[in-house]
């Protein structure tokens, strides 16, 4: 079993925390935050987690041997090389970094210092996604031509914190929130991006935003691309892929809907599970232990690149409000 810490004990951190309660794969038996206060500990408590306010408690305890980040965005390059370098595993929530540059920095630092990385990419594992790679990878759809993807939530509204609502965290409206998800997507699909143009369009800005991005993309191998998140809207996802035989569409955690030539249509709906709690289990078995070899995380660094390399490119489009190149 691998012994974690978990950075940030927010929302979102409590939630990563708690779905591996019991697992047989990783545990997380420290927890960092900056508010150690008695909601704090009680969780913590129930979690059986000891509590510390510095992340290089974290790196110099001996008995960790990974870190979860789940910290404001800004933080996670700097924080995956320093925990490279301290020699613990590193799940970073996503999105892994803000920036090509700082992707490239963070990937390099966990291969040098010969650490697993992983990020947090929880769609990767939902039923829907892995029926509809499968059918992707078995050519049943033909050549593929084209791909489109939306996902919104109403996470905006129910789960404010301060640091969300700053510029440079949350760039181009739900990109870090629901865009990436989509981004991680097609690049799997699809493959390392050349140009992308991209919009916001915001009735409301501050606490509680209401806005709208929109994102066409050119792959390199030719496949085009398009993709919308809405901000404080009810929870939807969708992935399509189109090929010159078939088109395959995800729809919400588990449905699938396969359309073929000639009007025939199948849909399979899939067995709920816990994503969360996957993408931790894939990140502990992606550890070489000494009774164990490593399985390689579903997530290549250099897709983790590719992701970063197009999400900087939609932020510097959104902003410049032009066609941009992907690095």
Partial sequence: MIN????????????????????????????????IDPATLEFANIQGMQLASEFEDALQDKSIQAVVLATPHTLHAEQIIAAAKAGKHVFCEKPLALTHEDAQQAIAACQ???????V?????????????????????????????GHYSNEHSTKFFSQWRDLPEESPAGGLTGTGIHIIDAFVNIAGPAQEVTAMVSSMRTGKDPRDATSVSVRFK???????AMVRATPIFWRVHVFGDEASVEALGENEVVVRFRGGRTERFINPAMDSVCAELEAFAKAIPTPDRAAIPYPISPKEMGHAISLFEAIVTSVNSQKMVAVK
């Fill in 4 to 35: 974690a810490a978990i950075i940030g004990l927010g929302w979102w951190g409590k939630n990563l925390a708690k779905s591996v309660q019991g697992n047989t794969e990783i545990r997380f038996s420290l927890g960092v935050t900056k508010e």
């Fill in 112 to 118: 040098e210092n010969g650490v697993t990385l992983a």
């Fill in 120 to 148: 947090g990419q929880n769609k990767r594992f939902w039923p829907s996604m892995v029926k509809l790679r499968e059918i992707v990878q078995s050519k049943a759809l033909g050549e593929i031509l084209h791909v489109e």
């Fill in 221 to 227: 191998n030719g496949i085009s691309g398009y993709f």
